[in-house]
């Protein structure tokens, strides 16, 4: 009996333990994932949060850029289209082309990168890309580069109609394409800027034709005979000298937009006809040509006719070397081009297609009033 006793006092306390290991097992389970579960939660708090706490900082950027009315706009200088008072989403690139052998591509070159500077704080990148010279071989080669930079925009000189075939490449790559000065209306370009050229031209001849009223000997001097813009000159000039009765037009010569090539050309025209009685320099290099007048000593006796109130004839047309200088805002054709590209890209707001930009006719009488800040 007291073994059978002993036994059963053993079994009991081993049940006794084994519900003892038991409860105790229960509570590691039943309180262990509690901390678990807060281990978890709690980096989740700060991730769900961060988003939050970082929308405030990316939208910052939208307002961090100059006003468009409180844009510093240069000297003399009427900017024709403000841009839209907004950033891009995202980064957006612009390429602006123009030829740089002249001091017209030089005023160009000023619009240009003053939009660069303007469009800076707004997520847009300006590239301004020089070109040596009008060979359309050189201009496609650029606007083919840029479409495989991928550009979103391109802005350029339409120097010919040889350039056609490239700019729709560009825009069948969904580039927008603005051409200024020459305008390419073959092409699917987005809009024009500039000057009508051949209207000038005309207004060109009906300064040689008040100075010559009866009859004598001109002679023009274009920048080059494939550029559309020239031509549009150099035709418009010849459509009124042509019905002068006794107006003699003793030739046409190139100068590639070069003042010394004018210097000398006009040199060797005045050689040949020292009885010469106008001379019109429809593009570039007038500076040149004004110069060989008044060192043979003809500038009283010939009317000399050009394009573009720049540094470098203002004072020809002030002393009257020059008699007539037709200006074309070369300021705004760089600028304009690509701040409406802008414009379209952020906000797709369109502009007109085109864009033709009246005439200013300096003279010796308005030249200082029209533009004072080449006097200052």
Same mark, same amino acid.
């Given at each position: 009996?007291?073994?059978?006793?002993?036994?059963?006092?053993?079994?009991?306390?081993?049940?006794?333990?084994?519900?003892?290991?038991?409860?105790?097992?229960?509570?590691?389970?039943?309180? $262990? *994932?509690?901390?678990?579960?807060? &281990?978890? +939660? /709690? @980096? !989740?708090?700060?991730?769900?949060? $961060? *988003?939050?706490?970082?929308?405030? &900082?990316? +939208? /910052? @950027? !939208?307002?961090?850029?100059?006003?468009?009315?409180?844009?510093?706009?240069?000297?003399?200088?009427?900017?024709?289209?403000?841009?839209?008072?907004?950033?891009?989403?995202?980064?957006?690139?612009?390429?602006?082309?123009?030829?740089?052998?002249?001091?017209?591509?030089?005023?160009?070159?000023?619009?240009?990168?003053?939009?660069?500077?303007?469009?800076?704080?707004?997520?847009?990148?300006?590239?301004?890309?020089?070109?040596?010279?009008?060979?359309?071989?050189?201009?496609?080669?650029?606007?083919?580069?840029?479409?495989?930079?991928?550009?979103d925009a391109i802005c350029i000189f339409g120097v010919s109609d040889e350039l056609n075939p490239v700019v729709d490449a560009a825009t069948d790559a969904g580039i927008l394409v603005y051409c200024f000065n020459g305008d390419l209306p073959d092409t699917q370009r987005t809009a024009w800027f500039g000057m009508d050229d051949y209207a000038a031209g005309v207004t060109a001849g009906e300064t040689i034709k008040e100075a010559v009223p009866d009859g004598g000997k001109y002679a023009i001097i274009t920048g080059d005979f494939a550029v559309t813009g020239h031509e549009k000159r150099r035709t418009g000039c010849r459509s009124i000298t042509d019905e002068i009765e006794g107006l003699e037009l003793v030739g046409e010569y190139q100068n590639d937009d070069d003042a010394n090539?004018?210097?000398?050309?006009?040199?060797?025209?005045?050689?040949?006809?020292?009885?010469?009685?106008?001379?019109?320099?429809?593009?570039?290099?007038?500076?040149?040509?004004?110069?060989?007048?008044?060192?043979?000593?003809?500038?009283?006796?010939?009317?000399?006719?050009?394009?573009?109130?720049?540094?470098?004839?203002?004072?020809?047309?002030?002393?009257?070397?020059?008699?007539?200088?037709?200006?074309?805002?070369?300021?705004?054709?760089?600028?304009?081009?690509?701040?409406?590209?802008?414009?379209?890209?952020?906000?797709?707001?369109?502009?007109?297609?085109?864009?033709?930009?009246?005439?200013?006719?300096?003279?010796?009488?308005?030249?200082?009033?029209?533009?004072?800040?080449?006097?200052?």
């Open positions: 009996m007291k073994t059978r006793a002993k036994w059963l006092a053993m079994m009991m306390v081993m049940v006794l333990g084994v519900s003892t290991l038991m409860a105790g097992c229960g509570g590691k389970s039943s309180t $262990e *994932p509690a901390p678990a579960e807060a &281990e978890t +939660e /709690a @980096p !989740a708090a700060p991730e769900a949060e $961060e *988003p939050e706490a970082e929308a405030p &900082e990316a +939208e /910052a @950027p !939208a307002g961090d850029f100059v006003p468009a009315a409180d844009l510093e706009v240069p000297a003399g200088k009427t900017l024709r289209t403000l841009p839209v008072d907004q950033t891009s989403e995202k980064p957006i690139r612009i390429a602006s082309i123009c030829v740089q052998n002249n001091p017209w591509g030089a005023a160009v070159m000023v619009g240009q990168n003053y939009a660069k500077e303007v469009l800076a704080d707004r997520n847009c990148t300006v590239d301004v890309i020089s070109v040596e010279a009008f060979e359309a071989m050189l201009w496609t080669s650029t606007i083919e580069n840029c479409i495989a930079s991928k550009y090539k004018a210097y000398s050309l006009t040199t060797d025209i005045i050689t040949a006809n020292p009885d010469l009685n106008a001379l019109y320099v429809t593009a570039g290099g007038p500076s040149g040509a004004a110069q060989a007048l008044e060192d043979a000593g003809k500038a009283d006796q010939v009317t000399l006719v050009c394009h573009d109130v720049l540094d470098a004839v203002a004072d020809y047309i002030a002393n009257g070397t020059i008699a007539v200088a037709i200006d074309q805002d070369p300021f705004n054709q760089g600028y304009e081009p690509v701040v409406c590209a802008f414009n379209k890209l952020v906000a797709n707001q369109d502009c007109e297609e085109i864009n033709a930009y009246d005439a200013v006719i300096a003279t010796p009488d308005t030249v200082k009033e029209l533009f004072p800040e080449l006097f200052e």
